[in-house]
């Protein structure tokens, strides 16, 4: 059964950094990371495809957040700087199936395998 482990959420103040964990229960190409606010609908954050390493950001988070992937670790980070209060949502982890994954995309509907979440709050 696949199952991928979100950790590192918190709360901080705005300005400050967090880095988001993801552990996999085995390795994948194609990883991103989405948030959902409440009250409004899941999106992209960042995407990586493993195969040439390319990556795909979204352009709230562009120059801030960065995504990493620890092979063998089997791990997927999310290095996130200069944090607002409008990053403040449950953050997801989640990966493709195989024969989806061509690149790195942000859209949710393309992602089978999802983690639980870990919350990120931001305070200003």
């Known amino acids: 059964q696949v199952q991928l482990v979100e950790s590192g959420g918190g709360s901080v103040q705005a300005g400050g950094s967090l880095r988001l964990s993801c552990t996999a229960s085995?390795?994948?190409?194609?990883m991103g990371w989405f948030r959902q606010a409440p009250g409004k609908e899941r999106e992209g954050v960042a995407g990586?495809?493993?195969?040439?390493?390319?990556?795909t950001y979204a352009d709230s988070v562009k120059g801030r957040f960065s995504i990493s992937r620890d092979a063998a670790k089997d791990t997927l980070y999310l290095q996130m700087n200069s944090l607002k209060p409008e990053d403040t949502a449950m953050y997801y982890c989640?990966?493709?199936?195989?024969?989806?994954?061509?690149?790195?995309?942000?859209?949710?509907?393309?992602?089978?395998?999802w983690g639980q979440g870990t919350q990120v709050t931001v305070s200003s």
């Open positions: 085995k390795s994948f190409s194609c």
């Open positions: 989640a990966a493709k199936s195989e024969w989806v994954c061509h690149g790195p995309t942000q859209s949710p509907g393309e992602y089978a395998y």
């Open positions: 990586i495809y493993i195969g040439d390493t390319s990556t």
